[in-house]
Each structure stands twice: as C-alpha cells, then as structure tokens.
C-alpha cells in the first residue's frame, strides 16, 4: 500500500486504525507465534521528502521504501531483529539502541559497553520481548549526530494499553533538518553550536512535511503518539480550541491530565487523546516555545461524527513497576556542568560561526556529570561509573543543572519517577528522558533494574558527544 509518506511500505497486518497521510506503516512480519520479526539494511538512500522542496538528500535509513519505519508489538511479543550495516562511509559502525525498552543490558545496543559495534559489511542481531507498552523508538547509538541529521531513526510501538479503543491513532514525528541554500546537507555540528544549545536545523518537518494538514474523522476521539525525534531542538505542544488530555508520557500510562502545553526536549514522547472538531473544522497544533507560536500541523475533519457525549479521556492500563521506597532510597547528587572549554566558547563572540569539517565529529569536550566529561565522542574509554547500584535498591539522582541551557537527560534500560523541581511544579510522572531546565534542580526516583552498564546522558546529541554522558553500574 502507498503511503502517501515515503513511498511504498509494506503492510502485513490489517489494521483497523484509521492511518493519516503521513503516517508511515507498519514493517515487523509475524514469523511465529509471539515473534515478530524485521530486517534492517542500514544503508545511504537518496530521498526527496515534501519538505526538501522538490530536492533529494542522500538520508541513512533502516530501510528501502520507508525513512522512518514503524514497528508494532503487542505486549508479550518477542521482537527478533538482523541488521546489516551499509552504510556508505568506511568505518562507520553502527549498533541499534531501543530506546525506553526496559531489556536485558545485553541488547541495549550501547557500542563498546553492551556489544563491540558493527563495522560496515558486517551483521548483528538483537531479541527481546518488550515488557512494557508504549511509545518507544529506536536508533544507532554511534556518531549520533550525523545519524539523527540524515534520518537514521524508527519507531517501536508496543501495544496493548487501552482499554477504551480510540477513534483512530496517528503517530507525530517531529523533526528539523540541516539543509543549506543549496539543498545539500549542512554540517550536522558546529563548535559555536554543541557548546550551546545544539546546532539547530534549518527545515522543520512533521512526517517528513512542513505544517502537513492531516485528515482526520469528525468529532472523534484520536490517539496521537507525538514523537521528538530532533537532537536539538525543544518544543512545547498544544492545540488551540480544542480538548485534549495528555494519557502517556515516553509510553507510560498516567491518570488522564488536559493538555495545556507540554515541553519535548530531544527524544521524548508524549501520548494524547484529542476531540478533533466537527465536520469541515480543523484543530491546530502549535509549538508554544518559538518566539512566534508555530503551526506543527493541521487535524482536519471529515465524514461523520463519531461521538456526541462529553469528552472524557479513559486511563491506558499501567504497567506494574517495582516500587520506589521514597523514604529509604539512596540519594545520588549529579551535577550538569559545562567543561571550562565550554563555557569559554559558548561567550565568546569572536569564535562564533565555526564549522569543523566534514560534516562532523567535533573534537572537543564541552560538558560534563559530575565534574567527568566523557573523552573522544566515541564511546570508548570508558571512565569509572557516576554510580555503582544494588539490583531492587530504591535510588533518588539529585539532577543538578548549573548551566543556562536545558539538557534532556535519559536513561538507559530504566524509568524513574519525576518527584520534584526546584523551579516548577511538574505532575509526578515516569519517564526515561527529563527536561532539566537552565539551573534547575529535579529529583527523580527508581528502582535499580537489571545488572549492567547503563548508559545515562544528555540526549542533545552535540552534548552528549561533547562529553556529558556518562554510565551507572547495576550489581
Ligand atoms: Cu535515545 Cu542513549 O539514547
Ligand atoms: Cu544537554
């Protein structure tokens, strides 16, 4: 079936769903019962999105067809992946990291600490079952930043959370690229960029489209599963007259909350239940964080009403976790900081505007946790863990941000439970990337999962490789 996003994609489930244009399709095939499984080929893929204006870009995607592929599971599934690496450049490796999976370290997909990385030519494989549902994705956890900047990212789904089935469900990729006036790539990072805020895109696209108005039924209520795929930018969502109640936050179910606004730093999601508007209406999402409020898309309605009653948003079930003992947990300070270099850099005037060539790979170190900046980008040499953890242990990460830009901080093969600020009120949420503001404090709380190297840095992805990541130890 045509997409009308990216091409062809195959479609090996009937779904019922009602699919938007722009929603790209579903690519695990069913190969047993309880297993699902794909085949990547990382591979170079020249491709004119609508967004490039009519021009092609040679983007890294996992697949012919499809720039950002989705995957379904229902919850209990097993997922078994080969990948092969072909991408165009020698030595570039790469692995696959399942973002928010809560799996075995083993298939954490973290190069040099979880798995020697795949070189180019060459084949890996992961399985797992995801134990939880929700709104995940996944991408290589190598020279991130030209990765992400080509388009090399999927999405994992996994299903099995309402127990209200909605109206129809779309899935929101939101995401910037670097194209210069020429149409070519520019520089995926600049100095003057990754020792601030991250160099930012030049194009904004959702799905792979500028503002796309996305039909939908009328008076129905929709399930969107809204995606940050940028590695810079934030943005706050909203819609404008309409009623929507916020229902997951990176795939966890929470009580039902209106969605006023909501900040998506890099990598985080966000599940909403919308009411779309009567017949020949639209609702508009906007980005609230811009200067200007910025129309991200357009949900126009068509065909009959599907509801008449009050909007009421039912709760997504939630997934058992190991309960935090709050008043026994270990607290963990962790400092955000910026390296001297760093700071040096993102004041001065005089350096602003460098590029290093070709188009990556800065060699500098600009961040740091705990006073640690993780050297040379890649993720070798590995440093002393920030902490070492006791599988079942409650632990309380005081996250400190002593610098003037935002960092979203993610965790590997964990959640934790959002359990305070020191600027904001933020509801208690679970999650596995937080937003700490400009010299912010947040405590977050979980309990040590699985043993392991975990990875735990800023998913700005400039700043993770300029040196704020880092890795707990769970024992
Ligand atoms: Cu999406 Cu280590 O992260
Ligand atoms: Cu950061």
């Not at 499984?37 to 491709?47: G, I, N, V, W, Y």
């Not at 600490?113 to 929700?134: C, H, K, L, N, W």
């Not at 503002?211 to 995606?227: C, G, K, L, Q």
Request: glycine residues 8%.
């Amino acid at each position: 079936a045509a997409t009308g996003f990216l091409g062809v994609a195959r479609t090996v489930e009937a779904k019922s769903k009602a699919k938007a244009a722009g929603t790209p399709e579903v690519i695990a095939q069913p190969i047993a019962n309880g297993v699902k499984a794909a085949t990547f080929d990382l591979a170079e893929r020249p491709t004119a999105l609508p967004c490039f204006d009519g021009k092609t870009l040679p983007l890294w995607t996992f697949e012919e067809g499809t720039t950002f592929p989705i995957v379904r599971l229902k919850l209990g599934e097993r997922f078994d992946t080969v990948f092969k690496n072909n991408l165009p450049v020698a030595g570039e490796v790469a692995t696959i990291h399942w973002h928010g999976l809560r799996i075995p370290n083993d298939q954490d997909g973290v190069p040099y600490m979880t798995q020697q990385p795949i070189p180019p030519g060459a084949e890996g494989r992961y399985s797992f079952v995801p134990p939880d549902t929700g709104s995940f994705f996944f991408h290589t956890h190598c020279n991130s930043t030209e990765h992400f900047g080509r388009g090399l990212a999927g999405v994992l789904i996994v299903e099995g959370d309402e127990i209200t089935p909605p109206d129809a469900e779309y899935v929101l990729l939101m995401k910037d690229w670097r194209i210069g006036p020429d149409g070519a790539f520019l520089p995926f990072t600049t100095d003057e960029g990754a020792a601030r805020s991250g160099t930012a895109g030049t194009v904004r696209s959702v799905n792979g489209e500028r503002s796309p108005v996305i039909t939908v039924p009328s008076s129905a209520d929709v399930r969107i599963r809204f995606y940050n795929l940028d590695p810079t930018r934030v943005s706050e969502i909203g819609f404008e007259n309409a009623e929507a109640a916020i229902i997951a936050v990176d795939g966890n179910g929470v009580p039902p909350m209106p969605l006023e606004s909501w900040r998506l730093g890099s990598a985080m999601r966000l599940d909403v239940l919308l009411r779309t508007a009567p017949r020949g209406k639209s609702v508009k999402l906007f980005d609230y964080f811009s200067k200007e409020p910025f129309v991200l898309a357009e949900f126009k309605s068509e065909g009959p009403a599907k509801r008449k009653g009050k909007f009421k948003a039912t709760p997504l079930k939630v997934m058992p976790f190991a309960k935090l003992d709050e008043a026994n947990a270990e607290r963990i300070p962790i400092e955000f900081s910026a390296t001297p270099t760093g700071a040096a850099l993102a004041d001065s005037v005089a350096n602003s505007g460098i590029e290093i060539g070709p188009l990556c790979l800065s060699k500098h170190t600009f961040w740091a946790i705990n006073k640690q900046a993780w050297p040379g980008h890649e993720h070798k040499d590995l440093g002393p863990p920030l902490a070492v953890l006791k599988a079942g242990n409650s632990y309380i990460f005081e996250l400190k941000n002593t610098t003037p830009r935002a960092h979203p901080i993610h965790i590997h093969g964990h959640t934790f439970e959002v359990l305070n600020s020191s600027v904001r009120r933020i509801p208690r949420v679970r999650c596995d990337t937080v937003l700490l503001l400009p010299n912010e404090r947040i405590e977050v709380g979980f309990v040590a999962g699985d043993p392991g190297k975990w990875m735990f840095h800023c998913h700005i992805l400039e700043h993770q490789e300029a040196g704020m990541m880092g890795y707990f130890e769970v024992v």
